[in-house]
């Protein structure tokens, strides 16, 4: 998402559980949501569906900036973008951000956020793993 979010302090047992769930998803191929290279959607799971409203349907063929980025996300996450496509080099891959996303009907939602990236013949796709924060984890870092 955006590259502006700043990693989290954590308790290191909730971030390795994070990393794990992220680590057994991609042995799995079980990412929340796989953007290609460009930042458009291929993969939108039922997670991503219950989660902010869209529909596998509406959300493949799409970019973020349409779907789920607040607004002030969407210039950083076009330039990580920009950034990884020139470069190869990004600010957050393999990092547990916290941040918000925009569900369909407006609102946002706090989000825990671990984006990695598999290369394969010269293309990548980026992966997305997300979970909504709890009322605990949503405390302990001012509302998000």
């Not at 869209?54 to 920009?82: C, F, M, N, S």
């Not at 950034?83 to 569900?103: A, D, F």
Request: glycine content about 8%; charged content about 20%.
């Amino acid at each position: 998402m955006a590259d502006s979010a700043q990693p989290t302090q954590e308790p290191e047992r909730v971030i390795l559980h994070d990393l794990r769930r992220a680590i057994v998803q991609i042995e799995n191929q079980e990412a929340d949501i796989v953007l290609s290279s460009d930042g458009t959607v291929v993969v939108w799971n039922l997670h991503m569906e219950r989660l902010f409203g869209w529909t596998a349907t509406e959300a493949v063929g799409q970019t973020l900036d349409a779907l789920i980025l607040p607004e002030r996300y969407i210039k950083a996450h076009q330039r990580g973008l920009t950034r990884y496509q020139h470069e190869g080099t990004s600010l957050v891959l393999c990092r547990r951000l916290i941040v918000e996303g925009k569900h369909k009907d407006g609102r946002e939602i706090p989000l825990t956020l671990i984006v990695m990236v598999v290369s394969h013949n010269g293309s990548y796709r980026f992966l997305g793993y997300l979970n909504m924060l709890n009322e605990q984890e949503v405390g302990a870092h001012g509302g998000a």
